[in-house]
């Protein structure tokens, strides 16, 4: 008998409200004509893994993973990624016929996509870049960069034990740096990558200082919120090329979307006025 179920996805975190996940899947759905929902789930840590083994036998064909359960995820799922094992976290689980949970990560994807967008002239193997933050976001930003073949990744953090621990699981390609230095860090680097929550509506600013930025360096902030944070602002000022946070929430979501409803969605403009309506 044909499963004529409609198929369903979603985004777990906690707290979830504030995701823009369900206006892009919704958005995609609706405009591409297929059956199928994406919702928001508030799910407490303790909860976790019981809610995620439930979802498949609810309809559900996978889900986004989002703070603070990345990492955790890992714990339970039977199949996890090279790219999800590397990075240590997971944003994209499949919920397979077999009752296998697969999960990815495809953070990284969507920072190549969306610097490669914004910045078509950008060549990831023509200098350093500098990446502020050793998080989450900075482990798969760090990969990804590997991978397109940057020669040098300086990494900063404020808690440099963090950063340390990023180099020696990405290797010697990997530099760390200390915070009070990144000011001087990013004279005439070939890129500078803001992972970091500073300059976030409702955080603190990034301070550090950006006298140094040069012209023709690419510059981008993981922020979205504000779309032009102080960091991009005083970058464009300084005649550098820019590119936005939210590209690369938009170009992540397109593999799990792809896997869960079968057709693969288009990011163009009337995707990015769906997140930000």
């Known amino acids: 008998m044909t499963d ?26 609706v405009t591409l004509g297929l ?23 609810a309809g559900f064909v996978g889900v986004n993973i989002t703070v603070p359960h990345k990492e955790s995820v ?17 944003n994209t689980l499949i919920f397979r016929a077999d009752g296998k949970i697969h999960a990815d990560n495809t ?30 976001a900075a482990r798969a930003v760090v990969s990804a960069l590997a991978e397109a073949g940057a020669p040098e990744i300086i990494v900063t953090n404020r808690t440099r034990a963090r950063a340390d621990r990023l180099q020696s699981d990405f290797g010697n390609r ?13 004279e005439g680097v070939n890129l500078v990558v803001n992972t970091t929550s500073l300059g976030m509506v409702g955080k603190p600013e990034l301070r550090i200082p950006l006298d140094g930025l040069s012209p023709g360096t690419v510059v981008t902030d993981l922020v979205y ?27 992540q979501a397109v593999p799990g979307f792809e896997r869960w409803f079968g057709e693969r969605p288009v990011v163009d403009a009337a995707t990015r006025a769906a997140a930000l309506r």
């Not at 919120?225 to 170009?251: F, N, S, W």
Request: charged share 20%; proline share 7%; glycine share 12%.
């Open 74 to 90: 890992l714990t339970f799922a039977d199949q996890i990624s090279d790219r999800a094992t590397l990075i240590g976290a997971a």
């Open 4 to 29: 004529m179920r409609i198929p369903l996805a979603g985004v777990i975190g906690h707290p979830v409200a504030h995701s823009k996940s369900p206006r892009i899947h919704r958005h995609w759905l």
């Open 174 to 186: 990997v530099v760390v740096a200390d915070w009070v230095q990144a000011g001087n860090l990013i």
């Open 225 to 251: 919120a504000p779309l032009k944070t102080r960091l991009l602002q005083t970058a464009e000022e300084a005649g550098c090329i820019v590119v936005d946070g939210l590209g690369m929430l938009l170009h």
């Open 107 to 136: 953070d990284g994807y969507g920072f190549i996509t969306n610097l490669k967008e914004g910045a078509p002239d950008w060549d990831p193997a023509a200098g350093p870049a500098v990446v502020l933050g050793a998080g989450g």
């Open 35 to 57: 059956n199928g929902h994406y919702i928001p789930m508030d799910v407490a840590p303790e909860d976790l893994e019981t809610v995620i083994r439930t979802l498949p036998k």
